[in-house]
């Protein structure tokens, strides 16, 4: 069916079919995505599912765009400084998709609306800010609690790693392990879960790029761009239910500096022998202070 301006769905993503069956692309057409966060990753993760077709998104950003945007993040132009992501990027799905189904949460995710946002979703995407652990927690607990199957895809340096969670197998808190740990530490603590085996750290000209008490940290188009091909997929395949995914405590990790893809299997998450000696490695290298735990 032809819309104003001569929209067509089936002739948008036509160019799908053959990865997908007609069927599926229906399916992608009738099914909700959420996006957590649209800096960094989540605005190419919403660009590339518009373009597999997905015909509902929930999305949410509480930011501007600014200056050091530029180097990375979907959405990011002279011509958007200031404006708020969740506005261009809500625009930009529109004019990839005319008939596409937008809700928006411009205050943010927070335990009071966290319901609404996952409400109807077959999939969540995590694009929240490396620091938002809590917030964090609470909707990957909530997803668990409602079925809901959850990636999240780290651009780490010219590379990505991924996890994602199936709601019937290991938790987020289970293979994150975070508690009892300060603030930084529950920082490398994700970090290195998500990429076990760190192999940015090869190339890291710069450590003082890195401060974990700053909320900095450095990262590129590069690895932005590998993410989204890596969580959308697996994401795809998760609401399609076909094909090998990857679920924790399985892990992927592609370096396409170091041309080099490691398939991670970390039994136990953050409590296995081997994340416990990489976290200490990285706390030494990094200079993350320690802190006394009961």
Not at 203 to 221: E, I, M, Q
């Amino acid at each position: 069916m032809e819309e104003a301006g001569g929209f067509s769905y089936d002739l948008a993503f036509s160019r799908n079919i053959g990865w997908f069956t007609e069927e599926e692309q229906q399916k992608l057409r009738h099914s909700r995505v959420a996006i957590a966060g649209l800096g960094g990753v989540g605005g190419t993760h919403a660009l590339t599912l518009a373009r597999l077709g997905i015909g509902k998104f929930s999305i949410s950003d509480l930011d501007v765009f600014d200056w050091p945007n530029l180097n990375r993040q979907a959405g990011a132009y002279a011509s958007t400084m200031g404006i708020p992501k969740l506005d261009a990027m809500a625009d930009t799905l529109k004019d990839i998709n005319a008939e596409v189904e937008l809700r928006l949460f411009p205050e943010g995710i927070n335990e009071h609306n966290i319901d609404a946002f996952l409400d109807g979703a077959s999939l969540y995407v995590d694009s929240l800010d490396i620091f938002a652990l809590n917030v964090r927690r609470k909707v990957f607990a909530r997803c668990r609690e409602l079925g809901i199957p959850a990636v999240t895809a780290a651009p780490m340096g010219m590379g990505t790693a991924m996890v994602a969670f199936d709601p019937k197998g290991m938790s987020f808190e289970e293979y994150f392990a975070l508690d009892g740990y300060s603030f930084e530490e529950q920082i490398l603590k994700f970090i290195v879960a998500v990429s076990p085996t760190m192999q940015q750290r090869h190339y890291l000209v710069n450590r003082g790029s890195v401060n974990l008490f700053k909320k900095k940290v450095p990262s590129t188009a590069i690895g932005i761009e590998l993410a989204a091909g890596v969580a959308c997929t697996n994401g795809i395949k998760l609401m399609l239910g076909r094909g090998d995914v990857v679920t924790a405590p399985r892990g992927l990790h592609f370096d396409a500096y170091r041309n080099k893809l490691v398939k991670t299997w970390r039994p136990w998450g953050n409590n296995n022998p081997l994340q416990r000696f990489m976290f200490w490695y990285m706390k030494r290298l990094l200079g993350v202070g320690t802190t006394d735990r009961a």
